[in-house]
């Protein structure tokens, strides 16, 4: 059930970020740079925000066995 609520936190997360960075994304990159271009400027954002939550949503929660830090792809 832990492992569960992690992953739902990290999905908020992600997808949160993802829906907040379209705001900014289509009224305002879009226009001067059209759509390929600003896709390519959003990714490493979401790269980082795609990578940095896991780990620490695994240290925050030290009742997570090894096995949950594992399904959630760190030792």
Not at 7 to 16: A, K, N, R, S
Request: proline residues 8%; aromatic residues 10%; glycine residues 6%.
């Amino acid at each position: 059930m832990r492992i569960l609520k992690v992953g739902l936190v990290y999905f908020v997360l992600v997808f949160g970020a993802g829906f907040a960075l379209a705001f900014v994304r289509i009224p305002l990159i879009v226009p001067r740079f059209g759509i390929r271009t600003a896709e390519l400027m959003e990714a490493p954002v979401m790269l980082a925000v795609i990578v940095r939550p896991p780990r620490r949503l695994t240290l925050q929660h030290p009742a997570l066995s090894r096995r949950g830090r594992l399904a959630a792809r760190f030792n």
